[in-house]
T-cell receptor
Framework: GAVVSQHPSRVICKSGTSVKIECRSL??????MFWYRQFPKQSLMLMAT?????????EQGVEKDKFLINHASLTLSTLTVTSAHPEDSSFYIC??????????FGSGTQLSVL | GQQLNQSPQSMFIQEGEDVSMNCTSS?????WLWYKQDPGEGPVLLIA?????ELTSNGRLTAQFGITRKDSFLNISASIPSDVGIYFC???????????FGKGTSLLVTP
């Protein structure tokens, strides 16, 4: 499997500020990581695919200038929510594809924008 | 990505009962996975299925990959209170691609 660490677990910020979320693959070098968003009582929706050393691939409807993804190393991908607004409040989860092709998830980050 | 049809949406059962939930898709998937999510946590992988017709068990959990590759079910036998949570099915079209998730089945188990 793969151990995935996500930080922070919870963040509260003022509207207009930027928030960075980190996703680390602790025991596996991940060339690809995925970022999901989950609104209350809803399913996980893919936001973007993070590729090490290249630009992220965003799903339709996800603003790449608002959700900045950096995958600078094989063990770290970051998601920055820029100029956050209350409608960005959500549960953000990263996932890593392990050696056996299974996807393992981080523990998630609950973002609340006031 | 495509969203899967997962049912039932919620279940309220007594401890000891068996549970069954399923997912269907209009598209073919090469991999089906089942996850459990507790409140405020990320999903935890329960079972992964890689071949049509495959039947796999993990303790009291059993899942099958449908022959048509468009459906899968998860059974939980002799449920216990710690089975409470939201169960998601997920399908993957090709290796390396992201997952498409079902809407989840919320399971409540009373002692």
């Amino acid at each position: 499997g793969a151990v995935v660490s996500q930080h922070p677990s919870r963040v509260i910020c003022k509207s207009g500020t930027s928030v960075k979320i980190e996703c680390r693959s602790l025991d596996f070098q991940a060339t690809t990581m995925f970022w999901y968003r989950q609104f209350p009582k809803q399913s996980l929706m893919l936001m973007a695919t993070s590729n090490e050393g290249s630009k992220a691939t965003y799903e339709q409807g996800v603003e790449k200038d608002k959700f900045l993804i950096n995958h600078a190393s094989l063990t770290l991908s970051t998601l920055t929510v820029t100029s956050a607004h209350p409608e960005d409040s959500s549960f953000y989860i990263c996932s890593v594809r392990g050696r056996d092709e299974k996807l393992f998830f981080g523990s998630g980050t609950q973002l609340s924008v006031l | 990505g495509q969203q899967l049809n997962q049912s039932p949406q919620s279940m309220f059962i007594q401890e000891g009962e068996d549970v069954s939930m399923n997912c269907t898709s209009s598209s073919i998937f090469n991999t089906w996975l089942w996850y459990k999510q507790d409140p405020g946590e990320g999903p935890v992988l329960l079972i992964a299925l890689y071949k049509a017709g495959e039947l796999t068990s993990n303790g009291r959990l059993t899942a099958q990959f449908g022959i048509t590759r468009k459906d899968s079910f998860l059974n939980i036998s002799a449920s216990i209170p710690s089975d409470v949570g939201i169960y998601f099915c997920a399908g993957q079209s090709n290796s390396g691609y992201a997952l498409n998730f079902g809407k989840g089945t919320s399971l409540l188990v009373t002692p």
